[in-house]
């Protein structure tokens, strides 16, 4: 299957920081990509949609300003965790998908973010 | 309002035996569900894909059963390994490649 690449696995940062996360597309071009967040033993939640070219969807209650999205090539997306608070603490994966049709959904191995 | 429920009890059973895992949903109409497994600080890695006017797929020692009626599916691993222990998630499409997930069970195969 396609390969998603997800950059740092790992990543400690003080209060008040910024965090920036990567997710690359590997060996196909994904025009959308995914950014989930999931707490221990929960499942993962969808914080929002990254499109190339253009704004980033995002869910209900995520705050944009919170988490910078940029899409800026068919094979990077870049989430920034700003002004980083010890409840950002968390497990941040993305996804893409390939294609234009509705297929499975592959995953990059996820960031476990600690702020202290 | 949508939901997507799993059993959130860890399921125990010894290696050899079959086991079922159950994904209930309301308020969706999806056009396909997928099962995922996720293993303790990694992504989720995608297993299987069954389409609504599909009522079983097979994959390997893997079945997945889709009931529409019901809104149901179910997930088999048979002649189970304590390598299968892991999480596995239901996941719903939404549209695109927006993905809904489940909880996810907790599987524990014993030896």
């Keep these: 299957g396609a390969?998603?690449?997800?950059?740092?696995?790992?990543?400690?940062?003080?209060?008040?920081?910024?965090?920036?996360?990567?997710?690359?597309?590997?060996?196909?071009?994904?025009?959308?990509?995914?950014?989930?967040?999931?707490?221990?033993?929960?499942?993962?939640?969808?914080?929002?949609?990254?499109?190339?070219?253009?704004?980033?969807?995002?869910?209900?209650?995520?705050?944009?300003?919170?988490?910078?999205?940029n899409h800026a090539s068919l094979t990077l997306s870049t989430l920034t965790v700003t002004s980083a608070h010890p409840e950002d603490s968390s497990f941040y994966i993305c996804s893409a998908g390939q294609g234009n049709m509705n297929t499975e959904a592959f995953f990059g191995q996820g960031t476990r973010l600690t702020v202290v | 309002s949508q939901k997507i429920e799993q059993n959130s009890e860890a399921l125990n059973i010894q290696e050899g035996k079959t086991a079922t895992l159950t994904c209930n949903y309301t308020n969706y109409s999806p056009a396909y569900l997928q099962w995922y497994r996720q293993d303790p600080g990694r992504g989720p890695v995608f297993?299987?894909?069954?389409?609504?006017?599909?009522?079983?797929?097979?994959?390997?020692?893997?079945?997945?059963?889709?009931?529409?009626?019901?809104?149901?599916?179910?997930?088999?691993?048979?002649?189970?390994?304590?390598?299968d222990s892991a999480t596995y998630l239901c996941a719903l499409h939404t549209g695109g490649f927006k993905t809904i997930f489940g909880a996810g069970t907790r599987l524990f195969v014993k030896a």
């Design chain 1, 3 to 69: 390969v998603v690449s997800q950059h740092p696995s790992r990543v400690i940062c003080k209060s008040g920081t910024s965090v920036k996360i990567e997710c690359r597309s590997l060996d196909f071009q994904a025009t959308t990509m995914f950014w989930y967040r999931q707490f221990p033993k929960q499942s993962l939640m969808l914080m929002a949609t990254s499109n190339e070219g253009s704004k980033a969807t995002y869910e209900q209650g995520v705050e944009k300003d919170k988490f910078l999205i």
């Design chain 2, 47 to 83: 297993l299987l894909l069954i389409r609504e006017n599909e009522k079983e797929k097979r994959k390997e020692r893997l079945k997945v059963t889709f009931d529409t009626t019901l809104k149901q599916s179910l997930f088999h691993i048979t002649a189970s390994q304590p390598a």
